[in-house]
């Protein structure tokens, strides 16, 4: 027996998934330990083990891939524990990181202090040296000035450096020299040079993503190293990688160098995960991949079976947060979830959040001294959760203190505590739908042609009326829904990119220029390939893509290069056709009389990893009965006598129609009133609000 | 799957109601993102100067997300000048606007005005309005101060001109631009990038008539509207009765106005009664140059100040502005100045000096109310820019946003850092070094903040900025219509005013000379633009600032050694580390020994 684990240790909880290479999958799940993340990876794996009717150490020991997701990166950025970190730039322009790019969200707001730079600005220090747009040098690097600074820096005790600098893009030996210095004054001193890193265009991306990535080389390095030595010695001899936030997995020394990529690795995962049920299930193509917690829900896609990816990934609110620019998975979070807090703003409106009760003291309902009404509260009301039930039984829920928070509500809004309720569930769901909206059709994605993927503990909860509200009418649910990112993980791919930057228009188009960025792209990915153990060559592949725009825009929309591109002759037409459609289709208008500028050529190597797929089950031509009834709320006015499913007992194929609630260990199900619950022949569940009445097995209700 | 809304004789539910204003929202939102991505201009791509808004067929504003406030308060003026102006409107119609004499801000913010019809029937005007690189002024400048007229300006008039029938583009009309306007490709991809945002925003107001059904549509209209104005009248009756009264001045322009525009405003509140009464009558006459406000742009310049001392989350839409009223003077420079006087920097200059004396008139009714006056003025770093590109093999003209004012102190907060000027906030984007050396010939040296700059205050307003550029090939011209370098930002509470800002031409060979505040100017190449900007202004007593923040201050370079000791009194000891600790009496005695030398 060989197995593959995968684990994704989140701020609350590790989540463990094992597969046993016979196509079934076993979830484990256990509470974080920060100090020494292999103790929860442990516990976790305990809960699989005992349902595998094994143990932990010979799980591990059988173990041949082990890959592993952290928000260790993430949280040390939120709580700003990272290194102490010096950053090195241009003379002149120390403010970079203060300034960023503008942008706020109201512009009555003065109550709101202006954000504080990513580090601090008494630990930047000014180079001096100066290249300018065409890589000219219009004043060369002051080493003596410099080795100075350095000697400053030494003195004051930093733990990394960031090193940005103007233009090193068009030319970078201002900051390889910097690097030499950095290593002949600091020795073994932590170091991120921008454009080896992230080789783009506008100083304070580039800026904010070095020095992100400086300050997390100290901690991750350390980190990682604990941990696969912790792994060792449980007997894991195995190959070990670690994922990243473009959806794939990458060596730990590789990880080590460029830390970043962890940061947002976890949520990054669900689509991975999304698409290959997807396959399974063969519900198309397009998909859009939510996963709802207790305090954020989640929004990725996958278009045309590729995952989409953005270069704008704010830590923190948009415009004062601070800005990662990798390309990565694009994931959209609101703060919309299970605790998210109801309120009546002062024109007499409902609303829901931001604010949330968080886990303490958490939802009333979790009766730890909450009295604010919460989503999850409105769903206690509405008889959507068993409280007995919750979280399979594991969480005592005090339906009493839900009543009576959202019973206040609805005195304030002269309703009833179930229209009350109601509403609360329907204002969440139009910030998730908000949500997604921003994510398909403001990138001119139309969710119709979408199918849903919900993951996440609150996933069944409002996803149908949600799907409903967007005209989607397909939502698939994993049975392993609550551990989405880890499920990703089991199919995740090995995935490297590398980008360039290469100015060129399509009127005088470098053609040579850009066959040689292409043929050295792909030279780099090579070179990374050749250890990677487990690659065989059918299973791995590279591809290309471009930056481009109008001339004068300042915006990118990235293309893709066609495979011939490769034998060095690119042809122009068909990239500037590529350009204007993509134009068209997010943009409502092409411009056929432009020219279109091309700036950075991105090649990306992906490296197929053996799956386990999901088994699948005979269908079953037997229905079960519903384990129990209650009357719950669905807003027609009525409470209507609903039956209650156990969903481990339900066998493949059955369809059970809304109205109707399916309880599962990790998750609860809610169908509403005209929908219908399918359980698919790998035990998952698709949702569907026109069900096929041919096809309808009688469920005994 | 169809969405199942019944219309009821009875009024909306609040669920539904946000569930429909939160979608038009999210439509100006993606209108937005289109014209921000798909722009050309740096003042359009980067530094996000446009705004989408939604109106009502019966002109009122109804939706406007993010916009500025300076362009979206008078949208509803617009599209009344569009419905009177054409009785044929029709499916696939699109207008021109910038005729600040009709209902828009100034010539240079084009606004494309959509009709949107469904079955049938006219329910919405969309409009996207954007400030544009280049209008064809006589001089190449978009902020023309001295034009003594409008035929001086210079610029091509739209007075809500049909650019498109039956969706198809009118092209004697963009052949028309392009004859006039400088560059006039960029032009054209701003012209497309605005005609794509409005089609957006009439697909996704036609996709939102057809989920909820034309009543419907048209009851929450009503409805959003009177649940906006009684949020405002909510905020309006949490105020003091009082009637206030402040003043403030534009700077000199040498040599029309050599004592500058002095400004007053009168504001009635009547808290009992819900409303606001704002007088602008006591104002100089109608101005012979450019910097006249026209009737969108004096009543945004007021609804803004008020916004800011109001608790945020009002919608901003005609319904909240109902309880408000204006009164303007005909053949006066605020708000209803006579043809033929050029309003063409009517956006920025009076307008921001009025949304100052607006704001902090209310610091009247006590700590906790008002906010301080911002820092103003386009200085060297949001010039106008134009020449010629040797690396292009052609001219380029473009408004810079290389660098802002400090923002205000407020009760609860210091002055935002990147707030630009009082009509911006912060909304807009600032553009990036290096976008600005690819697109344009220029050198930028430097783009620093200037620490001990903010006017200090129990909350301090935000530094300014020092900004150093120049050509790199080729002769330079910048036209800069400079406020902020004689009347500063003033301080409330005993805040003190900002700094005031300053322009210079640096030789090749360094010799620096001052340039006036509105001025003209042409570089050679090694020669040097400097400025600094004018930052902005304290709220409250120094001396009652937390001693913790000055000395966070201090050690972040917002505020210098020599300033928390004389202006904050706050004693701070350095040790031999290089670290600072707060010197507690010693600070006490400090502060008893400024507070009595006065």
């Not at chain 1, 010096?86 to 202090?113: C, M, N, Q, R, Y």
């Not at chain 2, 009547?270 to 602008?280: E, R």
Request: net charge negative; charged share 20%; glycine share 10%.
């Amino acid at each position: 027996m060989s197995y593959r684990i995968t684990v994704d240790t989140g701020g609350t909880f590790t989540d463990v998934v094992v597969s046993d290479g016979s196509g079934r999958f076993f979830v484990g799940k256990a509470l974080t330990t920060p100090e020494r993340s292999f103790d929860g990876i442990r516990s976790a794996l305990a809960v699989a083990a005992e349902e595998m009717r094994t143990h932990v150490g010979s799980i591990l020991a059988d173990t041949e891939l082990l890959i592993f997701g952290t928000t260790r990166a993430t949280n040390a950025i939120v709580t700003r524990s990272t290194a102490k970190t010096a950053f090195l730039t241009t003379e002149g322009f120390p403010d970079i990181l203060v300034l960023k790019e503008g942008g706020k969200f109201d512009a009555h707001d003065f109550s709101i202090p202006y954000p504080e730079p990513y580090i601090a600005r008494r630990h930047t220090y000014e180079i001096p040296e100066r290249i300018d747009a065409e890589g000219g040098v219009v004043a060369p690097l002051d080493r003596d000035r410099t080795r100075t600074t350095l000697r400053d820096v030494a003195k004051e005790g930093f733990q990394a450096i960031a090193v940005c600098l103007i233009w090193s893009i068009a030319n970078p030996e201002h900051e390889l020299a910097l690097g030499g210095l950095i290593e002949e004054e600091l020795g073994e001193m932590p170091y991120t040079l921008s454009h080896q890193l992230i080789p783009i265009l506008r100083e304070y991306r580039r800026a904010s993503t070095t020095a992100i990535d400086a300050s997390l080389k100290p901690l991750m390095r350390g980190y990682l190293n604990q941990m696969e030595s912790d792994l060792r010695t449980a007997g894991f001899k195995g190959e070990l990688l670690v994922s990243t936030s473009v959806g794939g997995c990458m060596h730990v020394a590789e990880i080590s160098e460029r830390p970043i990529h962890t940061v947002k690795s976890g949520p990054a995962m669900a689509p991975v995960a999304g698409r290959i049920y997807a396959e399974t299930e063969n519900v198309g193509a397009n998909l859009i991949v939510c996963d709802s917690g207790g305090t954020t829900f989640d929004v990725g896609l996958v278009r045309d079976n590729r995952l989409v990816k953005t270069r704008d990934t704010w830590l923190g609110r948009q415009w004062v947060g601070d800005l990662i620019s990798m390309s990565t998975v694009d994931v959209r979070s609101v703060g919309a979830g299970g605790g998210s807090i109801a309120w009546v703003d002062a024109g007499g409106l409902l609303r829901v959040g931001p604010n949330s009760a968080g886990s303490i003291p958490g939802p009333a309902c979790y009766g730890r001294g909450g009295t604010e009404p919460t989503v999850t509260d409105a769903a206690i009301v509405l008889e959507y959760f068993d409280p007995e039930f919750f979280v399979g039984g594991r969480m005592p829920i005090d339906a009493d203190a839900a009543a009576s928070a959202i019973q206040g509500l609805a005195r304030r809004i002269d309703k009833s505590p179930e229209d009350t309720a109601f509403g609360i569930l329907t204002i969440a769901n139009e910030l998730m739908i908000r949500a997604i909206q921003e994510i398909t059709i403001s990138e001119g994605i139309d969710p119709r042609e979408s199918t849903i993927i919900a993951g996440g503990g609150a996933a069944g909860l409002n996803i149908l009326p949600i799907a409903q509200e967007l005209g989607c009418n397909r939502v698939l649910l994993p049975e392993t829904a609550s551990a989405l990112s880890a499920c990703g993980m089991q199919f995740a791919q090995i995935i490297k990119e590398e980008s360039a930057n290469l100015v060129t228009r399509s009127d005088t188009f470098d053609s040579e220029g850009v066959a040689r960025t292409l043929v050295r792209l792909r030279a780099t990915l090579d070179e990374f390939r050749t250890p990677m153990a487990q690659a065989k060559d059918q299973d791995i592949a590279i591809s290309f893509s471009a930056e481009a725009r109008y001339e004068f825009q300042v915006w990118d929309l990235e293309i893709p290069i066609p495979g011939e591109a490769l034998s060095g002759s690119v042809d122009v037409e068909t990239l500037v056709e590529e350009f204007h459609r993509a134009h068209e289709r997010v943009f409502a208008v092409r411009d056929t009389s432009s020219v279109v500028e091309f700036l950075n050529w991105k090649a990306r190597l992906t490296i197929d990893l053996p799956r386990n797929l999901p088994l699948s089950r005979d269908i079953a031509s037997t229905s079960l009965p519903p384990s129990s009834r209650r009357n719950a709320y669905f807003g027609s006015g009525n409470w209507i006598d609903t039956p209650i499913f156990r969903g481990q007992e339900l066998p493949a194929g059955s369809r059970i129609e809304g109205p109707a609630v399916i309880e599962i260990p990790t998750t609860t199900i809610v169908v509403s009133p005209g929908m219908t619950a399918e359980i698919t022949a790998t035990g998952n569940f698709l949702l569907q609000d026109r069900p096929d009445a041919t096809e309808l097995q009688d469920i005994a209700v | 799957m169809s969405k199942t809304v019944t219309k009821s004789d009875e009024s909306l539910d609040p669920v539904q109601m946000a569930v429909m204003a939160n979608r038009l929202d999210g439509i100006v939102r993606e209108m937005s993102n289109t014209l921000l991505r798909a722009g050309r201009s740096a003042v359009i791509s980067s530094a996000r100067d446009f705004s989408c808004s939604i109106a009502t067929a019966g002109n009122e504003l109804l939706s406007s997300a993010e916009g500025l406030p300076g362009h979206i308060f008078g949208t509803q003026l617009m599209t009344k000048s569009m419905c009177e102006l054409h009785d044929d409107l029709a499916e696939g119609d699109a207008f021109l606007h910038n005729d600040p004499y009709l209902g828009n801000t100034h010539p240079a913010d084009h606004g494309f005005l959509v009709p949107v019809f469904f079955e049938g029937t006219h329910l919405f005007t969309v409009c996207a309005k954007a400030h544009q690189a280049d209008i064809g002024n006589s001089i190449p400048t978009t902020y023309f101060v001295g034009a003594r007229d409008v035929y001086e300006e210079g610029s091509l008039i739209f007075p809500c001109v049909r650019i498109q029938r039956g969706y198809e583009t009118i092209e004697d009309i963009v052949r028309m631009c392009q004859a006039r306007i400088r560059v006039p490709e960029q032009w054209h991809g701003d012209f497309l990038a605005g005609i794509g945002s409005a089609r957006i925003g009439e697909r996704r107001l036609v996709e939102f008539c057809q989920t909820y059904g034309k009543d419907l549509v048209q009851q929450f209209v009503k409805e959003w509207l009177d649940y906006s104005e009684r949020c405002m009248v909510h905020e309006i009756r949490q105020l003091p009765a009082a009637k206030l009264h402040n003043t403030g001045a534009h700077d000199p322009f040498d040599p029309v106005l050599p004592d500058g525009v002095p400004l007053s405003i009168a504001i009635d509140i009547d808290p009992d009664a819900g409303k606001i009464d704002v007088d602008l009558t006591d104002n100089p006459d109608s101005l012979p140059c450019g910097l006249n406000l026209s009737e969108a742009s004096a009543t945004s310049g007021v609804l803004n100040g008020i916004f800011n001392c109001l608790n945020s989350g009002i919608p901003h839409n005609s319904g909240s502005f109902r309880p408000v009223e204006l009164h303007f003077r005909e053949n006066c420079a605020i708000g209803a100045p006579r043809f033929p006087h050029s309003c063409s920097v009517s956006t920025t200059n009076i307008a921001d000096r009025l949304v100052n004396m607006t704001q902090s008139a209310f610091a009247a009714l006590g700590d906790g109310y008002g906010v301080a006056e911002g820092g103003c003025g386009l200085g060297v770093g949001m010039a106008v820019v134009s020449g010629e590109d040797p690396r292009r093999d052609g001219r380029y003209v473009n408004r810079l946003m290389a660098t802002t004012n400090g923002g205000p102190a407020a009760s609860k907060a210091d002055g935002w850092v990147t707030f630009a000027i009082p009509v911006i906030a912060g909304l807009m984007y600032r553009d990036s070094v290096e976008i600005d050396e690819l697109k344009y010939p220029i050198h930028i040296k430097t783009m620093r903040l200037v620490p001990g700059s903010g006017g200090a205050g129990r909350h301090r307003g935000a530094p300014n900025q020092e900004v150093i550029y120049g050509p790199r090939f080729a002769e330079l011209t910048a036209v800069i219509p400079c406020d902020g370098q004689v009347y500063p930002a003033k301080g409330v509470l005993g805040g003190h005013d900002g700094s005031l800002g300053a322009s210079y031409h640096l030789d090749a060979e360094g010799r620096a000379t001052k340039l006036p505040n509105i001025t003209r100017v042409t570089l050679k190449p090694n020669e040097w633009l400097r400025g600094l900007d004018t930052s902005g202004a304290g709220y409250g007593d120094p001396l009652d600032r937390d001693p913790e923040q000055v000395l966070h201050d201090v050690l972040e370079r917002w505020e210098t050694e020599d300033r928390a000791h004389n202006v904050y009194g706050v004693v701070l000891t350095r040790h031999t580390d290089g670290t600072f600790s707060i010197d507690e009496t010693g600070t006490v005695t400090r502060r008893a020994e400024l507070r009595s030398n006065g």
